[in-house]
């Protein structure tokens, strides 16, 4: 008998405008945040003990932010913006200021990747001013690294990954294109080194797993593409996952490697094995489209969350799959 | 039979002809003999060339007993002087690079071990180096694991795998300082390592394909190069590779334990060290190594006690790896306890002190494990654990612990939970339970609106799509089932639907807006008409607005002008709802006249059905309102709207719409006392707007496109001006109505 579906452990409310992209940052000893970014530019940062919003920045003159990301040392945020501007925050003793920001010429959707190649250093994948192009700087000294745009006509950047893998290859980035096509790039050679039609409908988010070397894309149909990185470096598609309602705004996959999670249009999270990508449960309680969904990276495997960030101004969070299988 | 004696003279016939051609290459002085000889040669290990001069059969037989001799002559050859570069490597070196490696890397490091310092020496040197370069070695692997079934000779085995593992060596002997740097160390053993991936590759691909393989000659070539020291160069290359590639794959999976079984024990070691050193996690360790610790003594010996307890000059992430590989599986766990039941025994031995126990980390590690396993037995019901509750009689002394503890702060090294993680296996998805996923619906199914108020709301202000959509699809229904509530909004709902766009591009938007107007047109006819005629001539509207209008009015004119067909009409269904058996008193007499009725056998019936139901004509008393005010201001141009100058496109469909009022005005009485002077208006409305065309087309194009109707207009034109003189007469009476 299958277990009733779960309830969110607790939500987020007050951030007064739909919710673009969430992140966790909860390092041990410390308290848990969540970091969040709305459509009206403002960055909230909620702390996960109290439950409240511990800080609120307001950000890129009231653009929407539409993507955030912290540094592995914790210190540094960086928020990207609408209004073309990708920010890196100061959060050291509880600052929050900008001091330094890197401009995209993007007027599209698509949310930065940030790959760290030293502790003092990462890359930054971003797409730029032309229609197809995307640029990858190294930081913090914004040196230019290289400027990929395909032979093609693919259209829009839509989303994009750096990934280093282990065989010692220099960083490789996915990116997904606005005519449903999936690239592989070496960003040192600056070659594509695969591609694929993934979707007949633009690529709306993608994610994959270096460690096993899958990933998955979404599009605004009812389906999931996943696919595979053979050892020649090239994308080969796998079975895809029919969804009951179309359209994704974003997919990860848990750092253990054990769950995907998908937040659909459908104003519902779907969280799927990621071996297998066997649907294990529906997550409702929004009442507008899910736009980002984010897994902690708790320590300790028991205190991990899903959060859900929404078009209804909310943020769901949800205690699934955190036990040892002796427990369950 | 016969297939084995053409065998045997094929065989035969190959065997002259190689023996012919060795004997030219050997005796003759004639280069060009020599050369064809190559040829010939070369021609039965050209499997490509199958239309060539030999067949499968013969190019086997040669290679099987002829070929040795064959490169033992090519040796020579390369030292000969009298060829020239591009022949010897046209000829010669194919020899080499297209038979079967394993003779061929024999005969090459025979030679090169053999031969003096020369240019014969540097020519072998070359062709040696592109034997690794293409490949080769490879092809060599892999033809060993094919042979899995013959019989090979053990000393050929042992002679390949000593020149293969040890062939920096050897050309580092020869060659000392003019060494090629592909032979050095530091690149021929992950080379090494990269052939013996795809030899491992091509396995499992044979495997797929049902064929069988041993990959023993791969496991002793692991064997013998990590014995001989070069494990870290080797498994750098390999295990992050088998550690992907056994992730997702249980055949892989099954191969790489297997290469680990066949490694001879005796070089078992060096594999082990060499693995656990080079992986990065536990996971990947065990899918690797398998159970192997649980089935070899040599492995169980080398994990658990010589990693663990006796070498300590390994990183932590390699006791890290040992631990979690042993804790992460039911059946490794008891090995794991009587790890850690030795080091107990030792720790509270007498013998133990700070010095002898230098691996502080280890045995922090250790300490940590011991309270984790006691907690475990509250956390975790493993069976196991519970069964060798022996291991709680050798818990360290609490004083022994806190000593421990107190010299190494807790955050410095191993947080708790990394080794908790260890106790908690690796499952598969299968592990996981799914929820109830039942109320996973379509969301499609978003009720209509029931009211027609709810309906408007949503076509005024909401944002969602789809509920538009759907009011939108209803309100045509609504509004004709709710006639009293459409008659309180219909101005109000026919302006939002006038000024409506499709901005979410429904299917079919244009007709159901159309619909929607025309019911509460019909519906409402006076206040919706005036107000719909009314904004036909205001400022801020399009042209295809303005020809929306003229059609809804249209079409809600001739709706109103047909009969009323609603088969639900009161009158119908009055009786049936108020008729009740016991209080009407005339019913027996009904039933009693069916009944008569029934048994009567008429010759003929007549007419029964009685034709359409009379009823008032619902355009009469509202036609009014459709015909007047369109007329009204015609001829004065707006800013935005000039009938009489650009916009006569509007002009002829307005022309045209109130020629089908008046068609349709037919029967209506109202209009007759003006039917006159309308037919009037509209012959000069045509009038006009042929000359409209005749001034605004070229007049060749008109002639070619509109010939036809020219001639017609022309007919219609002469028979108008009999009518004439009456049209100025009545044009005073004309102009005076038109200002009113």
Known sequence: MARPAPSPVYTLRGAGAPLNTLHFRCPAGDTPLLFSGSAKGAIHMWDLNSRRAEQVVEAHCGNSVIWLSTLRSGETLISQGRDMQVCLWDLKDGRSEVVDSVWTGSVGFCQCSVLETSPSNFLLAFAGPQTEEIKIVEMPGKNPVCSLVPDAQLGMVMCVQLWKPDSGLGPLLFAGYEDGSLLLWDVTQRSELSRVKAHPEPVMCLTFDPRRLRGVSGSCEKKLSSWMLDSQNNIQLQDCVMLVNPGVSQLRVRDDGRLLASAGWDHRVRVFGWKKLRPLAVLQYHTDMVLSVAFSDHQDPRQRLLAAGSKDQRISLWSIYNQGPDTV | ?740
């Open chain 2, 1 to 740: 039979k016969l297939a084995s004696n053409v065998q045997r003279k094929f065989a035969a016939a190959a065997g002259a002809v190689v023996a012919q051609s060795l004997r030219t290459l050997s005796s003759s002085a004639d280069h060009a003999d020599k050369i064809e000889a190559l040829k010939t040669l070369n021609s039965f290990l050209d499997d490509a060339a199958e239309s060539g001069a030999t067949s499968a059969a013969e190019r086997e037989e040669f290679r099987r007993a002829h070929y040795s001799r064959t490169l033992r002559v090519g040796v020579g050859l390369l030292q000969a002087d009298w060829m020239s570069a591009a022949q010897r490597s046209q000829l010669v070196e194919p020899l080499f690079l297209k038979g079967p490696p394993d003779q061929a890397l024999l005969a090459l490091m025979e030679a090169v071990s053999q031969l003096s310092p020369s240019a014969g020496l540097d020519r072998l040197v070359s062709v040696t180096e592109s034997f690794l370069q293409s490949g080769r070695l490879a092809d060599l692997l892999w033809s060993s694991c094919l042979q899995s079934g013959l019989p090979g000779s053990p000393q050929l085995d042992e002679a390949l795998l000593a020149r293969l593992t040890a062939l920096p060596d050897i050309t580092a002997n020869k060659l000392r300082l003019g060494n090629r740097p592909l032979f050095a160390p530091q690149r021929y053993y992950p080379l090494l390592a990269s052939e013996m991936l795809a030899a491992l590759e091509r396995t499992c691909q044979a495997l797929r394909d049902g064929t069988d393989c041993s990959v023993a000659f791969v496991a002793q070539t692991l064997g013998k190069v990590c014995v001989q020291g070069h494990s870290g160069p080797v498994l750098a290359v390999m295990a992050p590779r088998l550690a992907v590639c056994t992730r997702s794959d249980a055949l892989w999976q099954r191969v790489c334990w297997k290469l680990l079984q066949n490694v001879p024990e005796r070089w078992l070691e060096g594999v082990l060290t060499g693995l656990v050193q080079a992986v990065k996690s536990p996971e990947a360790f065990s899918r690797i190594v398998g159970n192997l610790a649980l089935t070899n003594k040599k492995a169980q010996f080398v994990l658990t006690h010589k990693v663990l307890l006796l070498q300590y000059s390994y990183e932590t992430q390699v006791l890290r790896t040992v631990l979690g590989h042993l804790a992460s599986d039911r059946e490794r766990r008891p090995l794991l306890v009587q790890v850690c039941a030795a080091r107990q025994a030792f720790w509270c031995s007498e013998r133990c002190t700070a010095k002898t126990d230098c691996n502080l980390k280890i045995s922090y590690i250790f300490l940590k494990l011991v309270y984790l396993i006691r907690l475990s037995l509250v956390l975790f019901t493993i069976d196991l654990l519970i069964k060798q509750t022996s291991i709680m009689t050798v818990l360290p002394r609490p004083g022994q612990v806190s000593r421990y503890f107190s010299r190494f702060p807790i955050n410095s090294f191993c947080p708790a939970n990394r080794i908790l993680r260890l106790f908690c296996c690796r499952p598969s998805d299968d592990d996981l339970t799914p929820y109830d996923m039942s109320g996973d619906q379509e969301t499609g199914q978003a009720s209509p609106p029931r009211y027609l108020r709810d309906c408007l709301e949503t076509l005024m202000s909401s944002e969602d799509s789809e509920r538009v959509e759907l009011s939108l699809r209803v309100a045509e229904s609504l509004v004709r089932r709710n006639v009293f509530a459409a008659k309180e909004i219909s101005v109000q709902m026919t302006k939002v639907l006038l000024h409506m766009e499709d901005k979410y591009s429904i299917s079919g938007f244009l007709a159901l807006r159309q619909a929607a107007m025309v019911a509460l047109a019909v519906t409402d006819s006076v206040p919706v008409t005036q107000y719909l005629t009314a904004e036909f001539y205001s400022l801020n509207y399009s042209l295809r607005q303005r020809l929306d209008i003229l059609e809804v009015l249209a079409l809600a004119a001739q709706e109103l002008s047909t009969p009323f067909a609603d088969k639900t009409s009161p009158s119908a269904a009055a009786p049936e709802l108020t008729s009740y058996p016991a209080t009407d008193p005339a019913h027996w007499r009904q039933v009693v006249e069916k009944r008569i009725q029934s048994k009567t056998r008429r010759i003929s019936k007549g007419s029964t059905h009685r034709g359409t139901k009379a009823a008032p004509n619902r355009y009469a008393p509202a036609a009014g309102y459709f015909f007047f005010p369109l007329l009204r201001n015609y001829d004065k141009p707006e800013v935005t709207f000039d009938l009489l100058g650009s916009d006569h496109l509007v002009l002829g469909r307005l022309i045209h719409t109130l020629g089908l009022f008046m068609h349709l005005a037919v029967n209506a009485p109202v209009l007759f006392m003006h039917l006159f002077l309308f037919c009037l208006m509209v012959r000069r409305g045509v009038l006009f707007a042929v000359c409209a065309v005749f001034l605004s087309m070229p007049s060749q194009s008109l002639l070619v496109d509109l010939g036809e109707q020219l001639f017609e207009t022309r007919t219609w034109l002469s028979g108008k001006n009999q009518i004439k003189c009456i049209t100025t007469e009545e044009e005073k009476k004309n102009t005076i109505f038109t200002k009113n």
